[in-house]
C-alpha cells in the first residue's frame, strides 16, 4: 500500500499556476494498480482518496502511522467504496460484502479489518476508495444502484442528460459526514454540473470513470471569477477545494462519482454561480 500526501493551495496561489502545478496538487492520475492499493491523502478535509484492485490474492487495507495515526485505519474514520470493475467482495471485520459493478458500500468508524477480493482474477474488481474523519460509528451497509436514491435532470437539447444517484446519502445511509454518489450521463450529453456552483462548507472529489480510451473530460475549476481546467482521462480523480467551482464537459458521455466531506451533509447546501459570472 502506497500514500501520496497533498496539501492545502490557496486561491491566491492557484493563480500562479501553470498546468503540471495545477495536475500535481488538485489531479490523482494513478487510483489502480493490479495487486495493489493506492492512496492519496488530501489535507483537504482529510480526505483519503484511493483504489484497490485485487487480483489472485486478497488485499488488506492498513493504516500508516505518519498519516493517518492510529492502529487501524477506520479508527477515527469512516470509508465509502464503489465498484467499478468486475464482481468482487470487501470482508468487514469478517463479514463479506458482494459488490458487483456500481454497487457501493458504507463501511462503519472503528471497523478493526477491511480486505478486498476479486472474484475472478482474470476480471479483477475495482474498488475506488474514499474516506473522512468520522465522530460517531454508524452501520456499514451495503447499496446497489436500484438502492439509490434517482433523480433525473438536465436536457437533451443542453447537453446535459444525467442520472443522479444518490447512495452513500443521508435519505438511503446514515454516516458522519460522507456522502457519496454517481452521476450517469445518458449518450450525447456531456455537460456535468452546470451551471456551476460552490460550497464553502464542504469540499468534494470527482472520480470520472466510463471515458472512453480516445476521449476526455475537460474538468472546471478555480474560482468563478479565476477558472482553469484540468484534461482528465478515464478513472483519475479531482480533488475540488470549498472555493473552487467543479463541472466539466466531455468528449462523450462518461460516468463519475462524487464524493463530499465537510460541516453540512444537506446535498442541496450549494452556491449557485451564474453563467455570466464566470471568467
Known amino acids: 500500500m502506497t500514500i501520496d500526501v497533498r496539501h492545502v493551495c ?9 498546468t503540471d502545478a495545477l495536475r500535481r496538487h488538485f489531479l490523482i492520475e494513478n487510483l489502480f494498480s493490479p495487486g495493489k492499493i493506492l492512496l492519496t491523502y488530501s489535507h483537504i ?4 482518496v484511493g483504489g484497490a484492485c485485487p487480483t489472485d490474492a486478497p488485499l488488506e487495507l492498513q493504516s500508516d502511522k ?97 442520472t443522479i444517484y444518490q447512495m452513500i446519502h443521508p435519505d438511503v445511509c446514515t454516516t458522519s459526514q460522507l456522502v457519496m454518489g454517481m452521476t450517469q450521463l445518458e449518450p450525447g450529453n456531456i455537460w456535468n454540473t452546470m451551471p456551476s456552483h460552490v460550497h464553502d462548507r464542504r469540499s468534494e472529489v470527482y472520480f470520472y470513470f466510463d471515458v472512453p480510451d480516445s476521449a476526455r473530460v475537460i474538468h472546471l475549476m478555480g474560482e468563478p471569477s479565476e477558472t482553469r481546467h484540468l484534461v482528465v482521462a478515464n478513472e483519475q480523480a479531482i480533488l475540488s477545494p470549498p472555493w473552487s467551482v467543479h ?33
Do not use: C
Open 66 to 162: 505518519a498519516t493517518i495515526g492510529s492502529p487501524n485505519f477506520l479508527d477515527r474514520r469512516e470509508l465509502g467504496v464503489f465498484n467499478v470493475g468486475g464482481p468482487g467482495k470487501v470482508e468487514v471485520d469478517g463479514i463479506a460484502y458482494a459488490l458487483k459493478s456500481r454497487d457501493a458500500l458504507y463501511i462503519a468508524k472503528e471497523t478493526e479489518t477491511v480486505r478486498f477480493r476479486s472474484d475472478s482474477a482474470s476480471d479483477p474488481a475495482r474498488f475506488y476508495l474514499l474516506s473522512t474523519p468520522a465522530h460517531a460509528r454508524y452501520d456499514t451497509k451495503l447499496v446497489s444502484a436500484a438502492d439509490a436514491r434517482k433523480m433525473e435532470l438536465g436536457a437533451q437539447e443542453t447537453a446535459n442528460k444525467r
Open 45 to 48: 478535509e482529510r480526505f483519503i
Open 247 to 279: 463541472s466539466g464537459v466531455g468528449t462523450s458521455a462518461y460516468t463519475f462519482i462524487w464524493g463530499m466531506g465537510g460541516d453540512n451533509i444537506d446535498y442541496t447546501d450549494m452556491d449557485p454561480v451564474p453563467m455570466e459570472a464566470l471568467r
Open 10 to 18: 490557496h486561491p491566491d496561489a492557484v493563480k500562479g499556476f501553470d
